[in-house]
């Protein structure tokens, strides 16, 4: 297999995987959308709520705020030393108190854990008027999205990579979409990969047929979570070796 970086920005990642197979990209990209631990608030006592919002909609609210952080300081609670009981190895904890007339944002969320915080600080969380006060205690923990839409990495997708080729006498497809192929050259390119949603798998436009290859796949990642976009890549990646290992000793054991 070969990877060659289209673009990269901080919260999005564009790259051409070439050599391997449909399978083995769809499994990429479902584990980097949704088998990627991430961490998010999980648990929120509240000490006091005097807010227009009931409890449940704030530890909602928080849940669903992304927060910076590095994999190697957190582990599943599942898998943690502490058997589940709560320790810094598996939780970060977030504190948050104030008093109206103010909006509460996500900057107010005041870390214990050295590393963690609100990929912005920016995203408004409730309004609290005059005499109002919210106090609480969040503990953001590792999950998977397989279980809840908090804990997604990423949005991720791919899609087959259009060649081009001199058509063939007899050869008759639809004409290309405007955009997808460039033969002022003096060799045709392809102009606009994403215009390459081709039905049936081939197109024609001045003499030259576009069609998808399919051990090429342009990948789209951007990252809804604390992860950048590259991490998320390799991650999804270790999984699935992890993931072939195990099958292949539950193989030799049978």
């Known amino acids: 297999m070969d990877i060659t970086i289209i673009s990269k920005k ?19 990209r479902r584990i ?14 509240f000490h006091d709520n005097t807010s227009a919002l009931y409890d449940e909609v704030l530890a909602q609210r928080l849940g669903l705020i992304p927060i910076v952080f590095d994999p190697k300081d957190f582990n599943l609670t599942s898998e943690c030393s502490c058997k589940g009981k709560g320790c810094s190895n598996c939780e970060a904890v977030f504190i948050i108190e104030k008093k109206g007339p103010c909006t509460v944002y996500s900057g107010d969320m005041k870390a214990a854990n050295k590393g963690t915080k609100p990929t912005d600080p920016r995203f408004p969380i409730v309004q609290l008027l005059e005499k109002q006060a919210l106090k609480l205690e969040a503990k953001a923990r590792l999950g998977l999205g397989v279980r809840h839409a908090k804990h997604q990495a990423a949005i991720a997708s791919y899609q087959y990579y259009p060649v081009v080729r001199k058509a063939k006498d007899g050869e008759k497809y639809e004409r290309c979409p405007d955009g997808l192929l460039n033969t002022k050259g003096a060799k045709p390119a392809i102009a606009d990969v994403t215009k390459a949603d081709l039905e049936g798998g081939k197109c024609m436009a001045d003499g030259y047929v576009v069609e998808m290859d399919g051990s090429k796949f342009q990948f789209r990642v951007e990252t809804v979570s604390g992860l950048a ?22 193989a030799k054991a049978l």
Do not use: H, W, Y
Request: overall charge negative; glycine content about 2%.
């Open 10 to 28: 901080a919260d999005r990642l564009e790259f051409l995987l070439e050599g391997t197979t449909p399978a083995f990209a769809n499994a990429m």
């Open 32 to 45: 980097m959308v949704a088998e990627i631990p991430v961490l998010s608030v999980d648990e929120v006592d």
């Open 229 to 250: 976009p590259e991490d998320i890549v390799t991650l999804a990646a270790k999984v699935l070796e992890a993931r072939a290992d195990e099958f292949a000793k539950q």
